[in-house]
Structures are given as structure tokens and as C-alpha cells.
């Protein structure tokens, strides 16, 4: 046969490798004309191996390489073990595993026992693991850390009736909602402090969507201000106060801010990135609004229709009853802008000494008020408010201060301490009977004697110091007038009275302003058997003060030149009963007109010896003297 064509076995597919004994027998060659590579299978028994042509006989190409060394680049891709010496890079892929082998001078001792046998894998392994636990831990980074706004005007609530701008890109602000409160158009915000890391990553400042800054960190001191964005002490961590015991060295930590940020009406968040790491948002609203501070102002009050009225020494005064109410309007203009501070914006100073307290107002007592209330409520005209005021129930008569003062406030300002204008003096007698002021019906009595009961006013029964004793029942607990000698009890004062009643008082009453200028006398008396000395407290001034038992005859007897009246502005005798001569039942010493605590004695006399165990006792108050409380106590 003619010029006859020998072919070896062939394959054009890169990278393909014959196998002995699949694809070739011992001896037998193949070629890979994709790649230009010519293989044999050469060797004796179990050595017989594909190995290719030119190649040191040490690649193992599929199989298994038992000895000698392979030296030069090895760029193709090692899929059996390689159990000799590779002196050259490895470039490609090591699929199987690589064992440590010796190094020269033998294996040093250290943090763990390495063996020729190891395989590199597993003590890299081991050894990342050591090296992190020597490694300390990064400092904290911003990640959901909280910021606080610094410079604001405040805090307040959304009113109802309009849509406020939302700049922030979520939820709506709510009506009636409290956010902080901003109105210079620009926000600034504290430092948050020694977060890291201080020397990689870029941090940046939000307002709302818009970057208002940032600054790229690097080793050393990046501390600067970019726009509004602000990095101070961008220092070593191992200087943190929060994640203490980083040593120096590893890392670094910074502080940040925002400061002066633009700030739009309406509705906005803030918030600082670094890398992934984002703080928590902060949230305010830039409040627009011009409105002025409120204005509180008030209508003249208006009396009871139809009081209920109880009398003292013939003089009304009004009780604690609901029917007693005076009533006037309260008017606040400015009550909104488009925030406000509570719903109870209007707030009682509390009682006054002669009425109750009508308590704090509410938007929702006011005309057409609403809770949240309407924006710009009360602008322009004035919205009103009735205020009730009931009497207490006490003894007394308000001359000033009469009426509660109020507080309005609002984001916008305040206006305090404002109280209604009254100028006439208001008579109050509560229907609870009391000590600790002057009741004609009820003076207090401790401890002494024998009997039960207070002491009560009787009818003084003349002019004068030493009147024969008289013990009529007083009247002037019910409307008239009492005699001019009578002094007169008014809003829990005796007093030594002179007033026109019937004028710029309330409630109108009669006028003791005439035929009154001499002494006035207040008698009352005593129901108590077994007493001899007592004691009598007064607070006030006085003129004098005289004791009887007149139903005690021996007393009255001795005592004949005086009507029985004894006198506690003079000593008493010291033995038997006073006398006309000696009239004194003072011990201890005198009674005198400045008040105090004073011993009256009935010397060897003893009321029990009076028919009726009745003790008088006459007060004389001359103009200008009052007292405010009395009491009789044992000594």
C-alpha cells in the first residue's frame, strides 16, 4: 500500500488526559492536539502511569507520584496526592490535601503541637482561632444607637383640622401627638461618643433623606466638620470609657454630630450612618407659626340669684351651697398655633380663702373646643370659657384675692396669675360649727367641769360693765339687727362694729354704722357644775372681761356692788369670794387687753353652788378691738 498513514490515538478536547489502562496500553502513545501535548503509559507493574512526553517523569498526571521531585511552575491542576518535594509555585488548584511535612531544625514548641502529618488546612485553622482570642474586641459602632436634638424650643402637640408637612418619608405626624418642638430652622444634636471604628468607613448626616455631611475615616485623627456633620476625638480606643480594656493599637474611636443643620417646616428625622452601622432616628417638628402668648381676660362676675344665707350677730352670709356659686366668663385668645402643650391648658392656682376650687379647664370646656383642638384656636377672637366659684365652708370674710387665678399655656408662651377683679368683701359662714374662729353658737370648751356641750352667745341685756346679769337667748343668728351695745360677729371675727352692711358687702345686710360708737359687749356662758378655776385663752384685744354665777346667791351676794359681775382685770383677793371691794378673780396674774391665757377663780365658790351650774362672762371691746378665737379650758 502506498504511502501508508500511521495515527495515534487523539484528542482535541483541552486539558483531556488518557488513562492507563482505559486508553492506552504500555508502550502506547496518545496526543492532545488542542493542546499540543504527546502522553505514554510507561512503567513495570503497579508503576505503570500515563506521564507526558518531555515532562520530568515525577508529574503524576493520573495516579500517584511515589517518589522523586517535581521543579519548575506547575500550572495545570493536581488532582492525585503529591507525597514528594514541590519546590516551584503553585498556581493552580490543589484539590487534595497538603500535609506540613518537617521544617528545617525540626518543629519549635508553641500555643499548640504541630505534627509532619498535620495537614496546612487544619493548623491555619487552629491558629486563626488563637489569634482571635488575642485579638480584642472591635469597639461599639452606632448601629441603633439613640441621638438627642440639643437647641430646640421644647416639646408640644399637634393640633387637629390640617395636614402638616411630612418631610421624613414614613408615617404621618399625628393630632394631638407630642413631638419636640423647633423654630429657628436649623437642628443640631449632641455628641454621641467613642464609637468606632475611628480609622475606616465613610459616616454620613441625614436630614430626613438629604446628606447634610460626611466624612471618610483612615488612620490617625480624622477629626473635622463636613457641612453639618461633626467628628471629634477620633482617638486610640484603648482611651474608651464604654469598651474598656481594648489594648492600644488595634482600633480607634471618634464622636459625632450634627450641628446646624437645615431644618424645614413641618415634619422631620434625622439620623448618621457609618458603613452599614445607622443610629437610631430622632424626630421634631419646625413649627411655623406666628401666633403671640395667650391672653387670658374676664366678664364682671355675677352674684347668686338665690342664696342660701346663714346669720351671724344679724349679719348674712352666704354657705358652701352650690346655690351660692358666683359665675363669670373666662376668655383666652391665642389657645393654639399648630401645636399646643395639653389639653388642659388653663391651670388653677387652687382654692382662695373663701372659695373652692373651680380646677383646671380644659380646650373641651371652652366654645366649640375639641380635644386635640383646631389649629390656630382662639386667634384672633378670643374663645370663652364659664368659671363657677362655690364659698367654702368656713368662717370668714374675703376682702382680696377673692375670686381663683389661672395660668394659660401654650408652646407659644404663657400668661400667669390671672384672677378676676373684685372688690367687694364677700361674707362666708360654712354650716360646719368651728373653734378655731369666733361662732356665737359654738366656743370651745375642754376638760372642764361636769356637763357636755360648748359655750354660746346669750343677749348682753345692757349697756355697761356690771348690768344686772341677764342670759336671753341670742337672735341674732336669724335676719335683724342686734342692739347697739352688741358687739358683732362677723366672718368668724367678734368685732367692735361700726359697718354699713347694706353696701359693699355681699350679702347686703343691715347698717351698724350709726349710734354705735360706744362700748359693745359680748356675753356668753358656760353650763358646767364642779368648777372652781379656769382657764380662759383669747386671741385678739379687748377692753375687759367680767365673770358672774348668777344663780349663785352667796356669790352675788358678796359681790352686790357689782351686780355679781367679778372682775379678771384685777387680782383676786386670796381667800374666800371676791367682794364689791375686792372684786378681782384674776390668779396667777392679770388679764390684760393683748390676749393670752388667764386663771379666773371663784375662789371657795364652785358653780355647782350656782341653781343652774351657769357661769357668765362678759367681754367689753371698745373701737377697733376684735378677737378671733376663744376657749375655756381646765387648769
Request: proline share 5%; charged share 10%.
Amino acid at each position: 500500500m502506498a504511502n501508508p498513514k500511521i495515527k495515534i490515538k487523539r484528542s482535541s478536547v483541552a486539558g483531556k488526559v488518557p488513562h492507563y489502562p482505559d486508553s492506552l496500553d504500555v508502550g502506547e502513545f496518545a496526543i492532545n492536539t488542542a493542546d499540543g501535548k504527546v502522553f505514554i503509559a510507561a512503567g513495570v507493574g503497579a508503576g505503570v502511569t500515563v506521564r507526558e512526553v518531555g515532562v520530568s517523569t515525577a508529574l503524576v498526571l493520573s495516579g500517584i507520584v511515589t517518589s522523586g521531585s517535581f521543579v519548575g511552575p506547575l500550572t495545570g491542576a493536581v488532582t492525585g496526592n503529591v507525597t514528594g518535594d514541590v519546590t516551584g509555585d503553585l498556581t493552580g488548584n490543589v484539590a487534595g490535601d497538603v500535609t506540613i511535612g518537617t521544617p528545617t531544625g525540626g518543629f519549635k514548641s508553641g500555643a499548640f503541637t504541630i505534627s509532619n502529618t498535620d495537614k496546612t488546612k487544619d493548623s491555619i485553622n487552629d491558629l486563626n482561632n488563637i489569634l482571635g482570642k488575642l485579638v480584642p474586641s472591635a469597639p461599639t459602632t452606632i448601629d441603633g444607637v439613640s441621638i438627642s436634638l440639643t437647641g430646640t424650643a421644647g416639646s408640644g402637640r399637634l393640633c387637629a383640622g390640617f395636614t402638616p408637612t411630612n418631610n421624613t418619608g414614613g408615617s404621618a405626624p399625628v393630632a394631638g401627638t407630642q413631638y419636640t418642638r423647633n423654630t429657628d430652622s436649623t437642628i443640631s444634636t449632641t455628641y454621641i461618643t467613642e464609637y468606632g471604628p475611628g480609622d475606616s468607613g465613610t459616616v454620613t448626616g441625614y436630614v430626613n433623606s438629604t446628606g447634610i455631611g460626611n466624612i471618610t475615616l483612615a488612620s490617625g485623627d480624622q477629626s473635622a466638620t463636613s457641612d453639618a456633620l461633626q467628628i471629634a476625638n477620633d482617638e486610640d480606643a484603648s482611651n474608651s470609657s464604654r469598651d474598656t480594656g481594648i489594648a492600644a493599637g488595634f482600633y480607634e474611636i471618634y464622636d459625632v454630630r450634627i450641628i446646624n443643620a437645615a431644618s424645614p417646616d413641618g415634619y422631620n428625622l434625622a439620623n448618621i450612618t457609618h458603613g452599614s452601622a445607622t443610629t437610631g432616628s430622632v424626630y421634631w417638628y419646625e413649627d411655623p407659626s406666628t401666633v403671640g402668648a395667650p391672653v387670658i381676660s374676664y366678664s364682671t362676675p355675677i352674684t347668686p340669684s338665690s342664696p342660701t344665707l346663714a346669720y351671724s350677730s344679724g349679719i348674712p352670709h352666704y354657705t358652701e351651697a352650690s346655690a351660692n356659686a358666683f359665675t363669670y366668663v373666662m376668655t383666652v385668645e391665642n389657645a393654639t398655633g399648630d401645636m399646643y402643650t395639653s389639653n388642659s391648658f388653663i391651670n388653677s392656682d387652687g382654692q382662695t380663702s373663701g372659695f373652692q376650687n373651680p380646677g383646671d379647664k380644659s380646650y373641651t370646656n371652652f366654645a366649640s373646643g375639641t380635644n386635640p383642638p383646631a389649629r390656630n384656636y382662639g386667634v384672633g377672637t378670643g374663645v370663652t370659657c364659664l368659671i363657677s366659684q362655690q364659698p367654702r365652708n368656713v368662717h370668714t370674710t374675703v376682702t382680696s384675692n377673692v375670686f381663683t387665678s389661672f395660668d394659660a399655656s401654650t408652646p407659644y408662651g404663657s400668661h400667669n396669675n390671672q384672677r378676676v377683679s373684685y372688690t367687694t368683701d364677700v361674707n362666708i359662714m360654712g354650716t360646719t360649727a368651728v373653734t378655731s374662729s369666733m361662732d356665737e353658737d359654738n366656743i370651745s370648751i375642754s376638760s372642764l367641769g361636769t356637763g357636755s356641750g360648748n359655750a354660746t352667745r346669750v343677749k348682753a341685756g345692757a349697756t355697761g360693765d356690771n348690768p344686772t346679769p341677764a342670759y336671753t337667748t341670742w337672735t341674732g343668728n336669724a335676719s335683724g339687727s342686734i342692739d347697739t351695745y352688741e358687739a358683732a360677729v362677723r366672718g368668724g371675727t367678734l368685732r367692735h362694729d361700726q359697718a354699713n352692711y347694706s353696701t359693699g358687702y355681699l350679702p347686703a345686710g343691715p347698717d351698724y354704722s350709726s349710734g354705735r360708737t360706744g362700748n359693745q359687749y359680748f356675753q356668753i356662758e358656760l353650763i358646767r357644775s364642779a368648777v372652781s378655776e379656769f382657764s380662759i385663752t383669747y386671741a385678739g384685744s379687748v377692753a375687759g372681761c367680767w365673770v358672774c354665777m348668777p344663780d349663785n346667791s352667796t356669790w352675788t351676794t358678796s359681790l352686790s356692788g357689782t351686780n355679781g359681775w367679778a372682775d379678771m382685770f384685777a387680782a383676786y383677793r386670796g381667800s374666800g369670794v371676791p367682794t364689791t371691794a375686792e372684786p378681782g378673780c384674776s390668779t396667777g396674774g392679770l388679764m390684760d387687753t393683748d390676749g393670752g391665757t388667764f386663771t379666773c377663780t371663784f375662789g371657795t365658790e364652785s358653780s355647782s353652788n350656782d341653781s343652774n351650774n351657769r357661769i357668765l362672762i362678759r367681754w367689753k371691746l371698745t373701737s377697733g378691738q376684735s378677737i378671733t378665737s376663744m376657749s375655756f379650758t381646765s387648769t
